[in-house]
């Protein structure tokens, strides 16, 4: 259970703060969901990575590597570390995209939670839980 008490789910976005008041994880989970099929909807918030984009493998293999001249293969070796951090790069864009694709598309408001509170770092998508107190008069 994340929602213990009446809050507000506030989704801090790049000209404005966006509030959802929520009683319940049913509701916030319903406002993520509601967020993230709005983002994906606008079309610039989360693209699906381009397949012309993913890395192109380096000239030679690791097991070349070894036969290459002296000169040569500290660069190779450097190209081939750069190729695989670029490939999970590349691998982990493409599946952020395919999870957010699939948590609308199966209307699942937890997944879309999960993702908008991983992303929460990046910029424009921070997100918060407030929790309302309240007094009795």
């Known amino acids: ?6 809050s507000v789910l506030v989704f801090k976005e790049k000209h404005d703060n966006r509030y ?32 012309e984009r993913e890395p192109a493998p ?10 290459l001249p002296e000169s040569l293969r500290a660069k190779a070796r450097e190209n081939l570390r750069d190729y695989r951090i670029a490939l999970q790069e590349y691998t982990r864009a493409v599946e952020v995209y395919d999870s957010i694709v699939k948590a609308i598309e199966e209307k699942n408001g937890r997944k879309a939670w999960e993702i908008l509170s991983a992303r929460g770092a990046h910029e424009y998508e921070g ?11």
Do not use: N
Not at 127 to 137: F, H, W
């Open 58 to 67: 380096p000239d030679v293999t690791r097991e070349q590597i070894d036969s």
């Open 20 to 51: 959802f008041y929520v009683t319940s994880d049913e509701a916030l989970f319903a406002a993520a969901l509601h967020v993230l099929a709005g983002r994906h909807a606008d079309g610039y918030w989360y693209t699906k990575p381009a397949a």
């Open 127 to 137: 997100c918060t839980i407030a929790r309302c107190e309240t007094v009795t008069p």
């Open 1 to 6: 259970m994340i929602i213990r008490a009446p």
